[in-house]
């Protein structure tokens, strides 16, 4: 069993930056692939970036060159650093752990782009 606590959303300014965070706890962290998502209003969930055990990351076409997914095993944490903001990023960012079948998500965090 993970838990799973995401912070640092907020309002920005279109081509501002915002930094997520997903802190771990309850299992051991570096074996998990952590993945961010994001919901828009109206919208089916979709992925955003993914980091795997070994450190191998994955983007979506949206978040290439704009978003850096990062982890920190040593402090159970997996960063979202997202710059070049644009209004379509408004969302709320969920975190997951995921390994084998078993997927384990955090309640979410606000992320709304606006002038």
């Known amino acids: 069993q993970v838990q799973l606590v995401e912070s640092g959303g907020g309002l920005v300014q279109p081509g501002g930056s915002l930094r997520l965070s997903c802190v771990a706890s309850?299992?051991?962290?570096?074996?998990?692939?952590m993945v961010w998502y994001r919901q828009a209003p109206g919208k089916q969930r979709e992925l955003v970036a993914a980091?795997?055990?070994?450190?191998?990351?994955t983007y979506a076409d949206s978040a290439k060159g704009r978003f850096t997914i990062s982890r920190d095993n040593a402090k159970n944490t997996v960063l979202l650093e997202m710059n070049s903001l644009k209004r379509e990023d408004t969302a709320v960012y969920y975190c997951?752990?995921?390994?084998?079948?078993?997927?384990?998500w955090g309640q979410g965090t606000q992320v709304t782009v606006s002038s």
């Open positions: 309850g299992s051991i962290f570096s074996i998990y692939t």
């Open positions: 997951k752990a995921t390994l084998n079948r078993a997927d384990y």
């Open positions: 980091v795997s055990s070994g450190g191998r990351t």
